[in-house]
């Protein structure tokens, strides 16, 4: 694998990660309202955030220049308790569909499954 494929796959996970985000905020929120709607978003953020870390942490343990950061390290770490924590807040004030949520938090996944296909399909070398 090049740095090219890398970098266009990275894009293409990260591109797809949005677009799963907003089209599944407005189907949640033509089916069952703007708290679904919002919840599904809210997840998707998160979703995309964690994404974004990997990432990060992946990049820096390439063969870059610049040695991984211990707080990047950290926060690679705790992400999830922050997630969570953001997600209690955000719940509690706004009033968000849970289950939303959770179905957000699935939108990278989608877009890494996604990527496969797409690879599967069109890169053939």
Do not use: C
Not at 7 to 22: D, K, M, N, Q
Not at 29 to 56: C, D, E, H
Not at 80 to 85: E, F, K
């Amino acid at each position: 694998m090049t740095d090219e494929f890398y970098t266009a796959a990275t894009a293409r996970i990260l591109r797809l990660t949005i677009l799963i985000g907003v089209a599944g905020a407005l189907v949640a929120f033509a089916w069952r309202g703007p708290r679904a709607g919002g919840g599904f978003l809210t997840g998707a953020a998160i979703s995309y955030v964690s994404l974004l870390s990997w990432k990060n942490l992946a990049d820096s343990l390439g063969a870059s220049a610049k040695p991984p950061a211990r707080a990047s390290a950290a926060l690679l770490g705790s992400r999830y308790l922050i997630a969570a924590a953001i997600i209690y807040v955000i719940f509690k004030i706004t009033g968000i569909t849970l289950g939303a949520v959770f179905a957000g938090l699935l939108a990278s996944l989608a877009a890494v499954l996604l990527e496969i296909l797409y690879e599967v399909a069109f890169l053939r070398t």
